[in-house]
């Protein structure tokens, strides 16, 4: 049974930092991609950063800059380095993991950007 457990999220002052991580069991991670997506109130999910199998990244054009994606194959996690934050990136925050048929969501962890 595949299984995504996030964690790192809170609530912290605008410019301020957090890090979430993604811990996967049940797969092989190097064989799939992964990635972050965010939901905030009223809005649709949407893609914040994402990591092939190969290591290649890809940021939505509002974290670009702020937010780094990487991962860790040996402990099957992936991680969002969140640098200053704004009251906007608040959301909640889903770990996804995918392949070719396969695709896997984390249960959310909520970041909170107070102004």
């Known amino acids: 049974q595949v299984q995504l457990v996030e964690s790192g999220g809170g609530l912290v002052q605008a410019g301020g930092s957090l890090r979430l991580s993604c811990a996967a069991s049940?797969?092989?991670?190097?064989?799939?991609?992964m990635g972050w997506y965010r939901q905030a109130p009223g809005n649709q999910r949407e893609s914040v950063a994402t990591i092939t199998s190969s290591g290649e990244t890809n940021y939505a054009d509002s974290v670009k800059g702020r937010f780094t994606i990487s991962r860790d194959i040996a402990r099957n996690t992936v991680y969002l380095q969140m640098n200053s934050l704004k009251p906007e990136d608040t959301a909640v925050y889903y770990c996804n993991v995918w392949r070719t048929l396969q695709n896997y969501w984390g249960q959310g962890t909520q970041v909170t950007v107070s102004s």
């Open positions: 049940g797969i092989t991670s190097s064989l799939y991609a």
